[in-house]
């Protein structure tokens, strides 16, 4: 932990996952091993870019919004879930709300953001990425995900609006 109570993820320069930690492609991607820590990157990165954001020009933080998606609840409950509560501790950025859908308001200095966990199994699950405007995505074991889904969430896209001054960065991260 930093003397802010903000997470410190350790990178090793050169590494895939220090590569792909710190990129900016609005479309990225990370495979590796079992165990390598390809959902900590994801995890890491995701934090990056939501302390990275502008500053609304209105409100005066840096809002971000996110869907992490796995294709079943209990994959994502016990794995992707798991991980980021261990690095996102809840004494630090507060409770994760476990009403459906389980997301994680993060308050800090000029920092809000949202993060929502989905879990989408079913082409007709993309529903559940409409009428709602994202950051960004991260698809968790993107394999398992049907394209219809990923294409969906590529559409979606624009959050902060442009009142807010938009965003710095948004993309799918997998």
Not at 82 to 97: A, F, L, S
Not at 121 to 136: A, I, M, N, Q
Request: with cysteine; charged share 30%.
């Amino acid at each position: 932990m930093t003397d802010h109570g903000k997470y410190e993820f350790k990178l090793r320069a050169g590494t895939k996952i220090c590569d792909f930690v710190l990129s900016n492609n609005e479309t990225d991607f990370i495979q590796g091993d079992l165990g390598s820590g390809k959902t900590r990157g994801m995890c890491a990165r995701i934090m990056r870019h939501i302390q990275e954001q502008n500053v609304s020009t209105i409100t005066g933080r840096r809002m971000s919004r996110w869907a992490v998606v796995r294709n079943t609840f209990p994959l994502l409950k016990t794995g992707t879930m798991k991980t980021w509560r261990e690095m996102m501790p809840e004494h630090i950025y507060g409770r994760i709300n476990l009403a459906p859908p389980p997301h994680h308001r993060i308050k800090f200095g000029d920092v809000d953001a949202e993060v929502h966990f989905l879990a989408l199994d079913k082409e007709e699950d993309d529903f559940k990425l409409r009428s709602t405007e994202w950051t960004g995505i991260a698809f968790n074991e993107v394999p398992y995900i049907e394209k219809a889904i990923f294409d969906e969430a590529t559409s979606r896209l624009r959050y902060p609006g442009k009142e807010h001054g938009g965003s710095k960065w948004h993309g799918v991260i997998c």
